[in-house]
């Protein structure tokens, strides 16, 4: 009997751990899968990153371009995260933050931004939008290219 009331224990406590996970960071969408295939711990974090970033953080900024996701349609849910946050801060801060970065970051950064740009909706009409970088950030692209 104890043994069935603490599980369910364990079960309630998962179940508010798991509902108490964000999935909006001030205005940030995270999609449905990259949030499911987080635990809270790793949801709190990004979360923390995203606002971290937000701020001016260039540290946060190479570690949320390095989150695990653990692959897949998480990955591409990553990248739109990014591209939603470049459009926020613009590319004039995005490259401030991304100065100290080395030729692996800002290869990672600029596959995320592909894809983010590529499947995310950036502009909220509810379709993916099939853009390229070149084309909506295109003062970043050349920053990355030539540090590369």
Do not use: W
């Not at 964000?22 to 940030?28: H, K, L, P, Q, S």
């Not at 939603?84 to 004039?92: A, D, K, L, V």
């Not at 800002?106 to 070149?134: A, H, P, R, S």
Request: glycine residues 8%; negative net charge; aromatic residues 8%.
């Amino acid at each position: 009997m104890k043994k069935r009331i603490l599980n369910s224990v364990i079960i309630i406590c998962s179940g508010l751990l798991t509902s108490c996970k964000t999935d909006n960071v001030e205005g940030i969408i995270l999609e449905n899968t990259l949030v499911v295939h987080q635990d809270y711990s790793e949801n709190k974090r990004m979360t923390s990153l995203i606002k971290l970033t937000l701020n001016d953080d260039s540290e946060a900024f190479k570690q949320l371009i390095n989150f695990p996701t653990g692959g897949g349609e998480s990955s591409y849910n990553l990248g739109y995260v990014i591209t939603q946050i470049i459009y926020r801060i613009g590319e004039r801060e995005t490259i401030e933050l991304i100065k100290n970065y080395d030729s692996r970051d800002l290869n990672l950064l600029q596959g995320m931004i592909n894809v983010g740009l590529e499947y995310g909706d950036n502009d909220y009409d509810g379709k993916m939008d099939e853009t390229f970088i070149k084309d909506e950030f295109p003062d970043l692209l050349k920053y990355i290219n030539e540090r590369k």
